[in-house]
Every structure is written in C-alpha cells, then in structure tokens.
C-alpha cells in the first residue's frame, strides 16, 4: 500500500492518529518561524523600547504551542472532510497554507530581518488571511473554524503589539 493510500485512510480508519499527525505537522512547521525569532530576540529586541502591554517573552513559547494544536486540531476537522466536500475542503486547506506562510513570514520579516515597519505590514495580511481561512473552514466544518478564533485574538494583540513597537522605536 502507497503512503498516500494509507494516508488518505486515516481519516476513516484511525481518526485519532491522523489528528496527532496534523497537530504535529502543525507543530514542527509553526516551530520552524522559531528560528527568526532566536536570531531578533538577542542585542536587538532587547534594545527595543516595549509597549506596556507587552507580555515576558516566556508567555510566547506556551502560547503559540497550543494555537499551533488548536490550528492542527481544525485542520484535520477539514481534511478529515475531504471527500464529503472536496471542493470546499481543498480551497480552505489552500487558504490555510497561504496564511500559514505569512505567519512564518512575520518572524523572518520581524526578528530575522529586524523590519518592524515592514513586519506591519505582514502581519496585517496575516490578520486578512486568518479571517479568509475561518470564512473557508466555516463552509465545511464549523468547529474548525471556530477553533482558529483563539489565533486570530492572538493574532490581533500581536498586530497591536508590532504596531506599539514600530511607533516607540
């Protein structure tokens, strides 16, 4: 049997094995943006002036864990209805991957290139494309959508976050 096969399986026959595949998955993507961030968080972030709302840096690591689960959690609602609405399930998973590069984008273009102007702008492409995502997952399976509101609340105190920083420094 292919590993597509077994893969495209899953949903039917081990339900559960493919939702810790896609949280996962989920997980060691988002963690590669961990990657910017360690090259920003030294010298230069440091030296920035802080919004006063800014929370310790330790409180990003748990954080972005568990959306990175809940966002794993919502796309395996959607992959796991693929076949029922493939259409509808493909354009959202689509839309998934876009804003999912564009929340990778945010580190690089934040903490690696150290452009906090430019990482605005990111960032609010990200807001747009988590709001389309919630849209696209809604059309097949609602709890999926729901469970990217979390992200996008975060996402939002994040695009707040990035825009004190640009104005105090």
């Not at 906090?116 to 097949?140: E, H, K, P, S």
């Amino acid at each position: 049997m292919s590993l597509r096969t077994w893969l495209g399986r899953l949903p039917r026959r081990r339900p559960w094995i493919a939702l810790v595949l896609a949280v996962l998955l989920v997980e060691i993507v988002g963690a590669s943006g961990a990657v910017f961030t360690a090259q920003g968080l030294g010298a230069w972030y440091a030296s920035l002036e802080r919004p006063a709302v800014a929370p310790p840096n330790w409180v990003f690591g748990p954080v972005w864990t568990a959306l990175f689960a809940s966002m794993g959690g919502a796309v395996w609602l959607v992959w796991r209805r693929i076949e029922a609405a493939p259409g509808p399930a493909r354009l959202a998973l689509g839309v998934f991957a876009a804003q999912f590069v564009f929340n990778l984008a945010w580190s690089a273009v934040f903490f690696g290139m150290r452009e906090i102007g430019a990482g605005l702008a990111v960032i609010g492409v990200l807001w747009a494309l988590i709001v389309a995502t919630i849209w696209a997952f809604d059309r097949v399976d609602r709890r999926a959508a729901i469970l990217l509101v979390p992200y996008l609340l975060w996402v939002t105190f994040a695009a707040y976050l990035n825009y004190q920083f640009w104005v105090l420094n």
